[in-house]
């Protein structure tokens, strides 16, 4: 039987109305002045939130990025049309909205996510080369009911789903990534994060819907690349869906000779210059 335990804190929230959207501007603003005066502008964390469905802006320590986090929950919600689940999909537009090509993970092909128990798995969605592992499974059948507790199917006209038994499951990229997002039902224990390194290592909580369960969206955008992206649910039985993330845009290096083209010319110059210096000042008296 799956564990059941009652949230520390939940607040209905509508995600969409001017006064939550008010707020979250206040608060950011509010404890990023607080912070840089009490740090003297040198505060390395800032995070705004609220649970239920909450917007999050943080900086990671030394060399990390600032990260953006879009996630909502809805409790004791189970597989449905998307209206079916307002907050969470309001939270998936938040992350949509981040404006990034993103590549999204169905698992309904079965060539690429064939059912059953795997030890890993690897596959190509749109210019990203994925590889996922270790020892969790694809479903296309409830491991228990209700589905809010053992997690579901969230794919418009799809079947399956990344069923998670405890533990955790990493997803790695080809490419490096700066954003990443999934829905993600069933969960009901709190401590349940995403793990990533973006030259420093970064947690970003999963919100508990509450002991019965139900339906969440959790993304985020990092302005520094990341390569990989762990979930862990440690004791719990999560369904994974719809997870999507965008390749970091490709920089174009300078060709290595036009830099020795530009010494060259300024050396040329300084030359130049100094001979006619040399030539204006005659003979000798």
């Known amino acids: 039987m799956k564990q059941h335990f009652a949230p520390l804190v939940e607040l209905d929230i509508d995600f969409s109305s001017e006064a939550f959207w008010t707020l979250c501007h206040f ?8 912070i840089g005066a009490v740090c003297g502008g040198k505060a390395k964390l800032r995070r705004v939130g609220l649970l239920g469905v909450s917007v999050l802006l943080f900086t990671g320590l030394a060399n990390a990025g600032t990260i953006s986090v879009c996630s909502g929950f809805d409790s004791n919600v189970g597989a449905g ?3 079916s ?17 993103e590549s999204i993970i169905d698992f309904e092909s079965p060539s690429s996510y064939p059912l059953g128990p795997f030890t890993t798995l690897s596959f ?12 969790q499974q694809i479903r296309n059948t409830l491991v228990g009911v209700p589905d809010t507790l053992y997690g579901f199917n969230t794919t ?5 789903w990344l069923s998670l038994f405890s533990g955790s499951i990493t997803f790695t990229f ?23 390194n973006d030259g420093s290592p970064q947690t970003v909580s999963l919100p508990n819907p509450g ?10 955008k990092d302005d520094m690349p990341f390569s990989s992206v762990s979930i862990n649910v440690q004791g719990d039985i999560v369904g994974v869906d719809d997870v999507r993330g965008s390749a970091a845009p490709e920089v174009t290096p300078e060709p290595a000779s036009f830099p020795l083209v530009c010494a ?6 300084i030359l130049r210059r100094r001979k006619r210096r040399f030539v204006g000042a005659g003979p000798p008296a």
């Open 174 to 196: 080809s490419k490096p990534i700066t954003d990443f997002g999934a829905y993600l039902s069933g969960v009901q224990l709190t401590g349940e994060t995403i793990t990533f």
């Open 85 to 101: 689940r307002p907050k969470s999909t309001a939270a998936a537009l938040c992350f949509d909205a981040f404006g990034q090509t």
């Open 156 to 160: 418009l006209g799809g079947s399956k």
């Open 27 to 34: 608060a950011s603003w509010s404890v990023s002045v607080a």
């Open 211 to 220: 002991s019965s369960g139900g339906i969440e969206f959790v993304g985020f």
């Open 264 to 269: 060259g010319l300024v050396l040329a110059g």
């Open 81 to 83: 049309l998307p209206a």
């Open 124 to 135: 190509s969605v749109g210019s990203l080369g994925v590889t996922i592992g270790t020892n």
